[in-house]
């Protein structure tokens, strides 16, 4: 399987969505305005494809100095558990650098993935949740 890891910072909005979907991650798909403002105020889409096609992305808010929090980390489901999820996160390293700190919330399907990764759980995190 032929990979390539890009930074991409715009995507095509169908393309991003059906990999949403794809992917089996909620987000508010039926809802094109939202998403197309996700992507557009990440300030670090990381994208695997597979023979053009998009089959992964990390969509993350950085600074590049000090914090990356990784929004979305989605792989379609017909590609997972191929390590793409991995190498994904291994490129957000690598752009933002060992002194920048990875941060993400999990969803709770994946509660056993991120510590696989090197993810700590933390205790110390406070939410307002959406509304909407």
Known sequence: MSLLFTIEPSLQLDEAIALYIASGIKRPTDQPDRMQRMLQHANLIITARQNNKL???????????????????LVDKVVQQQGI????????????GPQVQQLLLS?????AY?????????SNAFAIARKE
């Open 55 to 73: 089959v992964g992305l990390a969509r993350c808010l950085t600074d590049y100095s000090f914090v990356v929090y990784i929004a979305d980390l």
């Open 85 to 96: 999820g991995a190498q994904l996160l291994a490129e957000v390293q690598r752009v933002t």
């Open 107 to 111: 969803a709770p399907s994946a509660m």
């Open 114 to 122: 991120y510590p696989a990764q090197g993810f700590s759980p933390l």
